[in-house]
Each structure stands twice: as C-alpha cells, then as structure tokens.
C-alpha cells in the first residue's frame, strides 16, 4: 500500500513523503531537521525508511534543510542539472549536498525508487528550474505540482492521468490585489512564471480531471493573499459550474502550511 503525508506546504516550508512498507520517498525537504524527526517520531515512523530525496526546484522554502538531511541519513537527492546547480548556489542551503550523493534526472524520463516508478515533467516557474512529478505504484498514480506559474498541456494530460493529485492553489485574485505587497511582487506572483491562483486551479481540475481522480490535496497557500476556508470553497465553485461535486465526485481537501496531515492510504 502506498501511503502520504504531507510535512508541510507553503512558503514557510515544503515536504511531502510517499511510502511504503519498504521504505519512502521524501519530495522537497524545506522543513528543519528537528522538526522532521519529531514528526516521524509523532507519527511511528522510522527516518532511516528514508530512503531516497527528489526536489521539485531550487526556492529555500523546497531545499533548505536538503543538504543536511542528504548527510545525516546518507541519502541519495534527485533533481534535474539546473536544480542541482540552484541548490549549490543556495545560500539558505548552509550544508551542501556531496557529489556522490548528487543525483541528475531529465524531464520525461522515468526511474524507479523503492517500486515507484517517477516521471519529472517541466512546470513554469521563475526558480532556476522547476518540476512536477508522477508517481506510478502498482495501478496508483500519485502526481505533485506545485510553484506552478500556468498549467501547460503537459500538466492537464498529467492530471487527467492522476488518481491521486497534489495541485497549488496559491491566492486569492483579489486578496492579492488589494494586498500589502508591492506592485512588482503582486505582477510576479500572477505571472506564467509565478503562483497558481484559486480560480484558476478549479479551472484546471474542472477542465481536466477524469472518473479516475480520486482525491485532491491543496497546496502551497499563501498566509497574506489566501485562506484555506476561501481556496476550498473557490475551487468548489469552479467545479460546480462544470457539474462536477467536490466531496462526490472525488476529496478535496486543503494542506496545512505547518502543521503535518494525517497518514493518506492511497
């Protein structure tokens, strides 16, 4: 049985892990260490089932603790060239990952960790390089987009594909806007290089989810421009006006930004 919990997600902090009996898979790593054993702990779990890393891009709030986390449990860290290069550029990523443990993957080329078999695919976003990834266990297929700037045809057929899907909605169009943050960082957020709005993600759910999806998770709100109450219920009314019923048709369910989720059997 595949299994999911979500760390944490937003720009306080980003990790995910995906389990099985024989071990895991952490995506992202931008929560401390400490913070990371406790929640094992909390949870019964084992930090040496870690067995493996993949990043999804090079922004702190995704990598800050990689490089320690890589060292202390001697594990492997997989991310495409450019990230890699990104992290060693990183001043918030103090301990830097060791060569042999730096591992290069391409876009839309699949490997196998654990009995996973992942696909990285390009999502836009203004990081150095930026990707999503697929997740295939047995007849499950787990897919995770975050930092998305717009969804490309790539990601629709994605999350047409998807039974299990971890999607950004960042903000609130108009919290953004009437907001506290400068004019350019509001232009960068709405840009095809920036952060996937509430609306816009129903959009992309609604225009693109098949029979097949069974649950979807939230991710990466904004604590100044959204809230989880507001992104729910924006997406809900997305999908409504294409027929489709959050709670029926699949979950809908909102990722805390610091607080772990329960443990997801997929």
């Known amino acids: 049985m ?30 401390g260490v400490r913070a990371l054993k406790k929640y094992f702990h909390n949870y019964g779990l084992q930090l040496p089932d870690i067995k493996d890393i993949i990043i999804t891009h090079d922004h702190a709030d995704h990598v800050k603790s990689v490089g320690s986390l890589s060292r202390d449990l001697h594990l492997p860290v997989y991310a495409t060239a450019k990230v890699h290069q990104g ?40 990081s150095l390089d930026c990707v999503g990834y697929k997740v295939e266990y047995g007849d499950i297929t787990f897919c995770l987009m975050t ?21 950004e909605a960042n903000h609130d169009d108009e919290m953004l806007m009437q907001g506290p943050y400068p004019q ?23 225009e693109n989810a098949t029979q097949k999806l069974k649950h979807v998770w939230l991710c990466h709100l904004s604590e100044e ?9 924006t997406v809900e009314q997305v999908l409504r006006g294409y027929g489709i019923v959050a709670g ?19």
């Open 87 to 126: 992290i060693e550029r990183n001043y918030c990523v103090r301990c830097k990952i060791v060569p042999e443990r730096k591992k290069i993957i391409e876009k839309n080329v699949s490997f196998e960790l654990g009995g996973l078999k992942i696909t990285p695919f390009n999502v836009p976003h203004d």
């Open 2 to 31: 595949l299994k999911f919990i979500s760390f944490g997600s937003g720009s306080s902090g980003n990790c995910y892990y995906l389990f099985t009996e024989s071990g895991g898979v952490l995506i992202d790593t931008g929560i």
């Open 225 to 233: 421009n959204n809230h989880p109450e507001l992104a729910r219920k």
């Open 248 to 266: 029926a048709d699949f979950k809908l369910e909102v990722l805390k930004r610091k607080v772990p989720s329960e443990i997801y059997e997929l």
């Open 147 to 167: 930092d998305v700037g717009y969804v490309t045809d790539e990601m629709k057929e994605i999350i047409g594909e998807a039974n299990y899907l971890v999607l």
């Open 184 to 206: 350019h960082l509001k232009s960068r957020i709405m840009s095809n290089t920036g952060h996937l709005s509430n609306s816009d993600c129903g959009k992309a759910l609604a």
